[in-house]
């Protein structure tokens, strides 16, 4: 009797005691296959900012490497948020939020700010603060492979 009761208190107990971040549904293959993914294309992301500093040339393919590297770090936090994650959640909102900072600052710095200061932002706001996201994001995934 008492084991039959466990089982029926098993989904409350779930629900009482939230995952705190932890992915239980996905299979371990998939959130490898996350990780690599977002390793993979950080690493990208880096060598061509390092190859851009020599070069001036490589700025494009950096920021093709940080286009793909946002758009799927997004669409991964949006579907590991929609799964439960709550760590992936609050990356998803604050990305979100960044972007709607970073366009409202930039017309504002386009409207007369002078052009070494939209230079700054360039550089901080398309380069040095999606690359934080980005390490965050691939450590986040890092630590939901570890937890499982």
Do not use: W
Not at 26 to 53: E, M, N, W, Y
Not at 79 to 101: D, E, H, M, P, T
């Amino acid at each position: 009797m008492n084991t039959s009761k466990d089982v029926l208190d098993a989904p409350l107990a779930e629900i009482i005691n939230p995952t705190n971040g932890k992915s239980h549904h996905t299979p371990i293959v998939l959130l490898k296959l996350d990780f690599g993914i977002s390793a993979v294309l950080l690493v990208l992301f880096i060598l061509a900012g390092l190859a851009a500093i020599y070069d001036r040339e490589m700025i494009m393919l950096m920021m093709i490497c940080a286009f793909f590297l946002g758009c799927y770090q997004l669409l991964s936090g949006l579907i590991g948020s929609i799964r439960g994650n709550r760590k992936k959640l609050i990356y998803f909102v604050a990305a979100l939020a960044y972007l709607a900072i970073l366009s409202g600052v930039y017309m504002y710095a386009n409207t007369g700010l002078g052009e070494s200061f939209e230079v700054v932002i360039a550089i901080t706001g398309l380069v040095l603060i999606p690359m934080a996201f980005a390490c965050y994001y691939t450590k986040l995934c890092y630590d939901v492979i570890k937890e499982q």
